[in-house]
Every structure is written in C-alpha cells, then in structure tokens.
C-alpha cells in the first residue's frame, strides 16, 4: 500500500467505528430508556470535522462542545447539515453572545447574570428562546461548577422570566466512579431536584445526565439526554 492509501484506509477503520459505536449506543439507549424518548448529544471536543461527520452519517443529531474557539471552526464546517449544536461547557461572560447565536441548547447555566446576558443577546439575534439546562453541583463542594442545590430554585425563578430563553430541565457532572450505586445515588439526588421544581410549578421536561462511564445508571434515573464523547469517539488526547 502506498501511503495515502494506507491513510485513507486508517480513517476508514476509525470512522466505521465511529459508526458501530453510535449504533450500538443508540440500542443500548433504547433499551435502558424505559420507553422514554432520549437524545444521544455526541460531545465532540477534541475530534476534527470528519470524526463529527462520521456519526451524523451514523444517525448523530446533536453534537456536545464545550469551548467555544474550538467549536466555532466546526460549526462552520458543518453549517450545511441539519446538526443542533449543545453548548456543555463553563460560560465565560464575555461568550455569551456568541453562544446565545451559534447553538440550539445550553446546558450549563450556573448564575443569572449569565442568564441575562444569553437571553438578551438571543433576542438581539432575533431567534426562537435558546433551551436551557441548570448545572447543578450535587458534590457541595464550592470548587465545582454548577449551582449549590440551596440556590436552585432561585436561579429557576430568574431563568423561567427570561424572554430569550426557554428553561427545559437540569444538567449534572458528577465525580467519575466506578461504583454503580453511587453513580446511581447522584442521579437521583438530580432526579428529586426536577421533581421538587416540578412541585413548585415550574415545568421541566429533561434531565442532561449520563456520560460515557455512567449512563447506564443515569438511564436507570431517569435521564432524558445523556452526553457522551470517549464511547463514540475514543480517548481523547488534548482536551
Ligand atoms: C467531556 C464531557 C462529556 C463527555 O464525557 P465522556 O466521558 O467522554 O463521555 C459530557 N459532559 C460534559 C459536560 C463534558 O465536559
């Protein structure tokens, strides 16, 4: 084999792989979803076009990134394909507006005056409300992202008067464990969140919980949206 043949035959492999693991994901979803209706978000940090490509050939809707410079090149590159675009990561205030105009979803918001911004900068681009998840940080420790559950429901009351943005449900990032009753445990407590809002009037459809190691158990909790990158894409190896 010459050399680009030998390359073009690697990248065949890598993306057939892509392929099988979203097909296997996607059976394995329907299976542990409990009839709900559950999207697949493939996080695409760290992988190139032809990788994001790979599995919307494979049936990938929604696609998970969580920088905004590295994500920007990609929408570009993909902007002629019918993909919503998962803003996951940490919101830097001086991002919103670009946020607010290139995805459909974002599921991090922590504190209101980020709210603010992504609302106002949505209706300035004069588009439909973005939908939004709050992050909520379930290990009390303060140096993780996410909003102290003692401060949600303050947050929900903010978000849900947001003209530019339309509140859909609750995100959680918990420690990796390999313990599936723990991973189960922390689920739960994010399920009993949604459940207490829902108590209070707010209505809230989704659950952004599941990752790679962990969204069997999150399926199990009842997620509605698990965000998976390592299962589809392999290691990364720069993010
Ligand atoms: C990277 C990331 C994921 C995906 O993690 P994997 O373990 O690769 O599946 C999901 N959610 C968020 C917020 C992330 O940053």
Known sequence: ????DMINHLAGCLFMSIAEQVLQL???IRDKAQGRVVTLVAVSKGQGPAALRAAYEAG???FGESYVQE???KLTALHSL???WHFIGPIQSNKTTVIARHFSWVHSVERDRIARRL???RLEAGLAPLQVCLQVNLSQEPSKSGVAPQALEELAQCVALLPGLH???LMTLPEPSSCVELQRQRFARLRQEQERLLRLGYDLDTLSMGMS??????LAEGSTIVRIGTAIFGERNNT
Do not use: K, T
């Open 60 to 62: 990938v809707r929604d």
């Open 82 to 84: 019918p993909i919503r």
């Open 119 to 121: 609302s106002d900068s």
């Open 213 to 218: 190691g962990d969204y069997i158990a999150a």
């Open 167 to 169: 509140l859909r449900g």
């Open 1 to 4: 084999m010459c050399q680009w």
């Open 26 to 28: 996607q059976h394995q």
């Open 71 to 73: 994500a920007l090149p």
